[in-house]
């Protein structure tokens, strides 16, 4: 982790010269001021990563020097200090934008994992926001949430692949938010002021799909009545999505690659040659390499296609996510059905964190949605969820129980930073009974 520049607040000179000479040991510049007044005159010459902010000082506040960082700066990382008997303050500053607290007396190893903490959690954002300024137009595939390793890479691909007109097959299960990353692709592109034209080949029966494609001349067919397009031609200078693309038959699959390699296509019915002019994105949620050996897919096809492979992980394997995706379903459906529901009960989301999601995120959102709907409460609790969202009855409860009281404890150590006491408050045990878990099930902090 890169030292950081770091401002202490405090009015006790003791305080002030421990805090610093503890993290100047650690590699970081600090600087320290003595009032808020001379806090805030600083941070207006000059920017700090952290302060770490007394909430008693003589004259104006810490609470109100808090206020006053965030009117200025609302990104501003404020570690609160003080004492025991002031905690209901230290919760109130939290609610107004600090970063974490400390309690006194603490000792030098405990500020040092407290900020440590808070600078891999400014790391993460800052690398978060640098791969959602290159993902860009955001707001057209907002449910494309996620900070997992597994979500980054799909993020950095994308970011990679779309200035480019090469094809991309986007695999993965049901449910994993293959049409956003199609989207995603098509937004970043060249081709974003274009049309994005979505084909849901399982939708479409195979007797119809050449039609659908490629449209048709009037009295091509019995219910010719008119001329029309097809989704070629809809999608002419953009992106052509074919979602689903296993499903599609053989004959069809011929005339694509066709297309995809000449770029010139016929309407049914028709003699005229008609240019395509877009660049193809393929789904499937089937393993298309197998259905080439098996003979239900041409090769030809899928290596044209298969220039560029994303595949989209599925959630049980990005669990971390999970409460980033809940929230943003939620805060959406709270507003879509005007219920008053502001957050997701711990109860709830531990059982979300239990279970392995098969429908994935589609199946995640379809349950905040019930339980925005079904809830009575100002919050989402476990009994709201569908019940297919609960822990399973265990063969072996005894086993089960322990697995999933060690990642709850894992958890709650990670948004903790590692804080020991702060940890052991939220899991209602004192200090040395966690010590013993954390021994006895070889837990250690991510390096």
């Given at each position: ?7 202490v ?76 008997g ?40 800052r ?187 599925p959630l049980r ?55 925005v ?46 804080n ?17 878990k ?10």
């Amino acid at each position: 982790m890169a030292p950081a520049r770091i401002l202490v607040v405090d009015d006790e000179l003791i305080m002030r010269e421990s805090l610093a000479r503890w993290l100047e040991r650690d590699g970081h510049t600090v600087a320290t001021a003595v009032s808020g007044e001379e806090a805030l005159a600083k941070c207006r010459e000059a920017r700090y990563d952290i302060l770490l902010l007394d909430i008693k000082l003589e004259g104006m506040s810490g609470l109100e020097v808090l206020r006053r960082l965030k009117e200025d700066d609302p990104d501003a990382a404020v570690i609160m200090i003080t004492a025991y008997g002031s905690i209901p303050t230290a919760i109130e500053a939290m609610k107004n934008g600090a970063a974490d607290y400390l309690l006194k007396p603490f000792e030098p190893e405990e500020l040092g994992v407290v900020i440590e903490n808070l600078l891999r959690r400014q790391e993460q954002a800052r690398e978060t926001l640098y791969l959602r300024e290159r993902v860009r137009e955001a707001a057209r595939f907002e449910n494309l949430i996620g900070q997992s390793p597994a979500m980054q890479e799909v993020f950095q691909l994308i970011a990679d692949v779309a200035p480019t007109d090469a094809p991309v097959l986007i695999d993965g299960e049901t449910g994993t938010g293959k049409g956003l990353a199609a989207r995603a692709v098509h937004s970043l592109s060249a081709r974003r002021e274009g049309p994005f034209v979505a084909v849901h080949c399982a939708a479409i029966p195979e007797t119809l799909m050449e039609s659908e494609l490629f449209g048709h001349m009037r009295g091509a067919f019995t219910d010719a009545k008119e001329t029309k397009r097809g989704r070629l031609e809809m999608a002419h200078g953009g992106t052509l999505f074919l979602d689903e693309i296993g499903e599609v038959g053989m004959r069809t699959q011929i005339d694509l690659l066709r297309v995809i390699e000449d770029g010139v296509f016929y309407r049914v019915g028709g003699t005229q040659p008609l240019e395509a002019d877009f660049r193809v994105v393929a789904a499937t949620n089937l393993d298309l390499e197998r259905a080439v050996r098996e003979g239900r897919f041409r090769g030809d096809l899928f290596y044209r296609l298969n220039v560029v492979r994303i595949t989209m992980p599925p959630l049980r394997r990005r669990k971390q996510d999970i409460p980033l995706l809940a929230e943003h379903f939620l805060r959406r459906y709270a507003l879509e059905a005007r219920r008053p529901v502001e957050r997701i009960g711990r109860d709830a989301l531990d059982a979300m964190m239990v279970y392995d999601w098969p429908g994935n995120v589609r199946e995640l959102e379809n349950a905040i949605e019930r339980a925005v709907v079904v809830g009575k409460g100002p919050w989402i609790r476990a009994e709201d969820l569908p019940i297919t969202a609960r822990p399973a009855a265990p063969s072996g409860p005894a086993v089960l129980l322990e697995e999933v009281e060690r990642e709850h404890i894992r958890r709650i150590l990670e948004e903790s930073g590692w804080n020991i006491t702060r940890s052991a408050r939220r899991l209602g045990i004192d200090r040395s009974t966690l010590y013993g878990k954390i021994r006895r099930w070889g837990l250690r902090k991510p390096s």
